[in-house]
């Protein structure tokens, strides 16, 4: 699962480079997208750390989590969008950082899958 998730990540982060640097589009203004990449877990992970989950019922603290997460990867879809129609970068470049994040989001989702319950080894041992 773990060299799944690494290679997830390695494919969306090239998608990321291909729409900066391929001569054609050669404009590094996507990159802002890799700081809603390291955004993007930090509200589920605090909320995690703080909420007990033992009851069933649906919690303030996590909603409100998974909301600013929600807000943090529309964001990530729309910059480049925002840059394609400024004119800052071409539509190929933004179709292929939205691509890319597709990808990088997708594996985020996976290792919270894969290593958020809470058994012997988990993302919270880290």
């Known amino acids: 699962a773990l060299i799944s998730l690494s290679f997830g990540g390695a494919i969306g982060l090239m998608f990321l480079m291909l729409g900066c640097a391929l001569p054609i589009y050669n404009q590094y203004w996507p990159l802002f997208v ?3 990449y390291i955004l993007s877990p930090i509200p589920y992970c605090i909320a995690r750390r703080l909420v007990d989950d033992t009851d069933a019922m649906s919690n303030a603290c996590k909603e409100l989590a998974i909301f600013l997460t929600t807000g943090i ?8 969008i925002v840059f ?3 004119h800052l970068i071409e539509w190929g470049a933004c179709a292929l950082v939205l691509t890319g ?3 990088i989001f997708a594996t985020i989702l996976g290792f919270f899958l894969v290593f958020g319950s809470n058994d ?3 993302w919270q041992q880290w």
């Open 120 to 122: 012997d080894f988990s």
């Open 84 to 86: 394609a129609r400024a």
């Open 34 to 36: 890799l700081f809603f």
């Open 101 to 103: 994040n597709t990808v």
């Open 73 to 80: 990867v529309v964001s990530a879809f729309g910059l480049p």
